[in-house]
Nanobody, 128 residues
């Protein structure tokens, strides 16, 4: 049974930083696409960043240069370093895994059809 457990969310002021972590069990990081997503109530889920099996990261335009996704295979953990946070980054953040998808992780079709395992989410709130 796959479990993904996020941690590290919280409340920060504009310009602050947070580091999210996603501990995986029943699933081995580095074997397929993994990603971070976010959702605001009433809005569609948004892909934030993904990492391919070979470690290639891809980012949403809105977070490029501010967020960094990384995988720690020794700890079986997916991370998201978020710097220069803005109020529009406020959302529930989820990590997810797409077993069987090795590359080409960042597309709506892949988000909707191949990311099969999801965590419960961690809230990030950025105040102005």
């Amino acid at each position: 049974q796959v479990q993904l457990v996020e941690s590290g969310g919280g409340s920060v002021e504009t310009g602050g930083s947070l580091r999210l972590s996603c501990a995986a069990s029943g699933y081995t990081t580095g074997t397929s696409c993994m990603g971070w997503f976010r959702q605001v109530p009433g809005e569609e889920r948004e892909g934030v960043a993904t990492v391919a099996k070979n470690g290639t990261p891809l980012y949403a335009e809105s977070v490029k240069g501010r967020f960094t996704i990384s995988v720690d295979n020794a700890k079986n953990t997916l991370n998201l370093q978020m710097n220069s946070l803005k109020p529009e980054d406020t959302a529930m953040y989820y990590c997810a895994a797409a077993p069987g998808r090795w590359y080409g992780c960042f597309s709506k079709e892949v988000f909707d059809n191949e990311f099969k395992h999801w965590g419960q989410g961690t809230q990030v709130t950025v105040s102005s």
